[in-house]
């Protein structure tokens, strides 16, 4: 694949499972290394960063990956994911994601403990669990957003809800989505498709 995304660029990848598309990722950051071939980043190859550098690279880029996990932690710990506490912004990006309601019911807002391993602590589905992903990837407010699967747990209603607010989410920055549905790549700059190798 030759593949070239500029600044603020919105691509979006799709193709059947098993295609590619999320191993493409874990390349972009270095999980694994291409047998062949190169991957540049800003004219450098990743084959060349040192560990800072890739450290900066991921520090760079907001990243929902199809197998996120939460933690047992307060909400908002499991959002700021070791960044400074900003209510204003833990908000604006839980509703950004869908999620603020279901926050606003939650015992104690975004205080809230995640799971019922300690006392206290409360259970999440599959799709609210997907919303407080996103929302945690948001709230990095990286200039690089990756969102592998976004919305696969989401209930239709939330993902229409979620795709209708997407532009929005990832303005001036640089994306790259990737989905089976066709319906979410209506915002996007350019389309790829994996077939077939």
């Known amino acids: 694949i030759t593949l070239h995304v500029d600044n603020g660029e919105f691509v979006y990848l799709t193709g059947q499972s098993g295609a590619g598309k999320s191993t493409l990722i874990k390349l972009l950051f270095r999980e ?7 991957i540049f980043i800003a004219g450098r190859s990743i084959i060349r960063l040192n560990n800072r550098e890739t450290v900066k690279l991921r520090r760079n880029t907001g990243v929902v990956f199809q197998d ?6 307060p909400l908002w710990q499991n959002l700021a994911a070791g960044y400074a506490r900003d209510e204003k912004k833990i908000w604006e990006n839980l509703e950004k994601a869908g999620a603020g309601e279901f926050v606003k019911g939650l015992p104690q807002g975004i205080d809230t403990l995640l799971f019922k391993d300690k006392e206290g602590g409360v259970d999440v589905s599959g799709g609210e669990a ?5 929302a945690r990837a948001l709230y990095k407010d990286a200039p690089f957003v990756v969102l592998d699967e976004p919305t696969a747990a989401l209930d239709p209603i939330s993902e229409a809800q979620v795709y209708e607010s997407f532009h929005e989410m990832v303005r001036d920055k640089t994306s790259i989505y990737i989905s089976h549905r066709m319906s979410s790549c209506r915002f996007c700059d350019d389309i790829v498709v994996f077939d077939d190798g």
Do not use: H, I, Y
Not at 32 to 38: N, T
Not at 68 to 73: A, G, H, M, Q, V
Not at 130 to 134: G, N
């Open 68 to 73: 996120f996990k939460l933690f047992s932690f």
């Open 130 to 134: 997907q919303k407080l992903a996103l």
């Open 32 to 38: 694994v290394l291409p047998d062949s071939g190169q």
